[in-house]
T-cell receptor, first 110, second 111 residues
Framework: DAGITQSPRYKITETGRQVTLMCHQTWSHSYMFWYRQDLGHGLRLIYY???????DKGEVPDGYVVSRSKTENFPLTLESATRSQTSVYFC?????????FGPGTRLTVL | SQQGEEDPQALSIQEGENATMNCSYK?????LQWYRQNSGRGLVHLILIRSNEREKHSGRLRVTLDTSKKSSSLLITASRAADTASYFC???????????FGGGTRLMVKP
């Protein structure tokens, strides 16, 4: 199906573990983004990518790593999860002005 | 940091009434966008207004932009229970795909 998908939708992990959140889009959009959404903070940009092999930090990049070897995939890795990274994570893609969001991944770090 | 700030943070109205949400921002923009988020879902783009536009309509949505006051408003006319959601404004300073989102307005429409 066309669109933007995220997996897993829900994830529970423990402090110190590595976690990878996946994002896949079928539009061949150049830009892709990762946001986190916490109560009281709205959406905050973690990382973005303007094209394959081009990534850059957003507002809150610490503790996260991204890669983009293919245009359609933009995985986000928490190398050593912390409780403060408990959040809902949204991936988005953009070909021009507007952004298209995935359904989100709800991550709980115990 | 948030470029856009929505007001009010929460709004409760009856079905059939109009809902108005406001967004203020700090720096110059190329365009301003409004998104809707239903509970537990991703954001969905509603409407985009460019800096040289003052008003734009889409169905029951009306957006205004006042660049001199650095503010925008979203009006939803004849609201329905299905309009219950959070609404976010997002600003784009350079038409470069980068958006900064506000904290959102939670709208509840009671049947």
């Amino acid at each position: 199906d066309a669109g933007i998908t995220q997996s897993p939708r829900y994830k529970i992990t423990e402090t110190g573990r590595q976690v990878t959140l996946m994002c896949h889009q079928t539009w061949s959009h150049s830009y892709m983004f990762w946001y986190r959404q916490d109560l009281g903070h709205g959406l905050r940009l973690i990382y973005y990518s303007a094209a394959a092999d081009i990534t850059d930090k957003g507002e809150v990049p610490d503790g996260y790593v991204v890669s983009r070897s293919k245009t359609e995939n933009f995985p986000l890795t928490l190398e050593s999860a912390t409780r403060s990274q408990t959040s809902v994570y949204f991936c988005a893609s953009s070909g021009r002005d507007t952004q298209y969001f995935g359904p989100g991944t709800r991550l709980t770090v115990l | 940091s948030q470029q856009g700030e929505e007001d009010p943070q929460a709004l409760s109205i009856q079905e059939g009434e109009n809902a108005t949400m406001n967004c203020s921002y700090k720096t110059s923009i190329n365009n301003l966008q409004w998104y809707r988020q239903n509970s537990g879902r991703g954001l969905v783009h509603l409407i985009l207004i460019r800096s040289n536009e003052r008003e734009k309509h889409s169905g029951r949505l009306r957006v205004t932009l006042d660049t001199s006051k650095k503010s925008s408003s979203l009006l939803i006319t004849a609201s329905r229970a299905a309009d219950t959601a959070s609404y976010f404004c997002a600003t784009d300073p350079n038409a470069g795909n980068m958006l900064t989102f506000g904290g959102g307005t939670r709208l509840m429409v009671k049947p």
